[in-house]
């Protein structure tokens, strides 16, 4: 069984950092591209960053962009966030969710699991 | 980035009803458009996707429909484990963008 699970997150002042983290067990982890999605209070989920099955390539969304940073440990199963210079708009539950491609007419991808999330408070 | 909007926001239904979904997208997506369910505390889990293709182990009652802008998810009798918020995701242009979100509460 595919499991995710998050931890790290917590109440962090605004100018912060934080490091969350993601351990996955059930599935061979370096085949699988990763992404980190958060969601804020009220509001629906957003795309944050992800990773490339080997690590070479990370892409972000522009308002996270040079403050938070994606990586994975392949040797240890393990996905990480870098959150630098923390701003109270970042509050959100943080998931991190296994990206699948399946190709029909073209490559459709979607996040086929995802774990409970970890809460990040970013709050003086 | 492609916006996507999902309406109603909320809405209160009965075990037995059928409900309907709707997520509209910025520009043409084609079929690139996934839909999940969310349990408060729990992971969120993938429905459909590809617009219409239910994932293993889904419920036949649940169903997608949908090209290009306009895409619906419908259930066909409301069941009580289905009392969730759902959300829709589009896969055609990076970065992926989500609606936000549909929370379906009991009448």
């Known amino acids: 069984e595919v499991q995710l699970v998050e931890s790290g997150g917590g109440l962090v002042q605004p100018g912060g950092s934080l490091r969350l983290s993601c351990s996955a067990s059930?599935?061979?982890?370096?085949?699988?591209?990763m992404s980190w999605v958060r969601q804020a209070p009220g509001k629906g989920p957003e795309w944050v960053a992800n990773?490339?099955?080997?690590?070479?390539?990370?892409s972000y969304v522009d308002s996270v962009k040079g403050r938070f940073t994606i990586s994975r440990d392949n040797a240890k199963n393990s996905l990480y966030l870098q959150l630098d210079s923390l701003r109270a708009e970042d509050t959100a539950v943080y998931y991190c969710?296994?990206?699948?491609?399946?190709?029909?007419?073209?490559?459709?991808?979607?996040?086929?699991?995802w774990g409970q999330g970890t809460p990040v408070t970013v709050s003086s | 980035d492609i916006q996507m909007t999902q309406y109603p926001s909320s809405l209160s239904a009965s075990v037995g009803d059928r409900v309907t979904i709707t997520c509209r997208a910025s520009?043409?997506?084609?079929?690139?458009l996934n839909w999940y369910q969310h349990k408060p505390g729990k992971a969120p889990k993938l429905l459909i996707s590809a617009a219409s293709s239910l994932k293993r182990g889904v419920p036949s009652r649940f169903s997608g429909s949908g090209y290009g802008t306009d895409f619906t998810l419908t259930i066909s009798s409301l069941q009580p484990e289905d009392f969730a918020s759902y959300f829709c995701?589009?896969?055609?242009?990076?970065?992926?963008?989500f609606g936000q979100g549909t929370k379906v509460d009991i009448k």
């Open positions: 059930g599935f061979t982890f370096s085949l699988y591209w």
């Open positions: 990773i490339k099955k080997d690590g070479t390539v990370q």
């Open positions: 969710a296994r990206e699948y491609s399946e190709f029909w007419s073209g490559y459709y991808n979607y996040f086929d699991s």
């Open positions: 520009q043409s997506i084609t079929t690139y």
């Open positions: 995701q589009q896969s055609s242009n990076m970065p992926p963008t």
